[in-house]
């Protein structure tokens, strides 16, 4: 269980869909625990050609901002359904 404090983006299902995150986040704003937390619900890889640059930037905004975000794990990322769909083979 996480609390996540109010405004707060939900944001679910980008299977590496890279340039719909930029776009998504410049329509809603920057992390900024002041003005907009995120909630990012998982899958952020696979059937997407980006996957790996998803990753990199979610995970460059938590460090520089890691009360601003909130990233859940899905069921995306796990080793199954990386070999199963396209992530294991972006990384190779």
Known sequence: MVS??????VVGDIHGQFFDLITMMR?????DTKTLN???L???VDRGTSGIE???LLFALKIAKPG????LRGNHE????????????EVL
């Open 27 to 31: 329509k809603a704003g920057e992390p």
């Open 78 to 89: 796990s080793r199954s359904m990386t070999e199963t769909f396209t992530f294991r083979d």
């Open 42 to 44: 998982g899958d952020y």
């Open 54 to 56: 998803v990753c990199l």
């Open 4 to 9: 996540v404090e109010e405004p707060v983006a």
């Open 38 to 40: 995120y909630l990012f």
């Open 68 to 71: 601003a975000m909130t990233l």
